[in-house]
């Protein structure tokens, strides 16, 4: 009975969002440990720290409403800082607008106003992306 203010759509944002932010926080832990520049090194500590943070939120949330998340560890690899910032300014941006949405459509309270706090965290990593993407070239 948990679950009967969820849509469909807020499952599949919770599922999207949970898949995200592992890719988030495996990326990050690559960037800190491959990361050439200085920049991109505490660009990617963030991410895990504020992404790992995001991604247990997101659990307690879906456990209180049996929700099953993916949890199958992405597969990532490491090509290089200007890759991994150009990739972190579209993911993103692409991000912000789906926790935005969900935000401001979601079904559920809860899952909206993870959405709404998370949608502020994913706008100061799209800033400090963009600062660091610039720093590289």
Request: hydrophobic letters at 30%; glycine letters at 6%; charged letters at 35%.
């Amino acid at each position: 009975a948990k679950s009967s203010s969820l849509s469909v759509k807020d499952k599949t944002f919770m599922k999207k969002a949970a898949k995200g932010g592992m890719m988030e926080v495996a990326m990050g832990n690559l960037a800190e440990q491959n990361g050439q520049s200085e920049d991109v090194k505490s660009f990617g500590k963030r991410m895990v720290t504020d992404h790992s943070k995001a991604n247990d939120e997101l659990k307690s949330i879906a456990s209180q409403k049996g929700v099953q998340l993916p949890s199958k560890e992405p597969t990532t690899k490491w090509s290089s800082d200007k890759a991994y910032m150009d990739a972190m300014v579209k993911d993103h941006e692409k991000d912000l607008a789906e926790f935005q949405e969900e935000a401001k459509t979601g079904s559920d309270p809860d899952v909206k106003k993870f959405a709404e706090d998370t949608a502020k965290m994913v706008q100061e990593h799209l800033e400090l992306a963009k600062e660091t993407q610039s720093k590289l070239k």
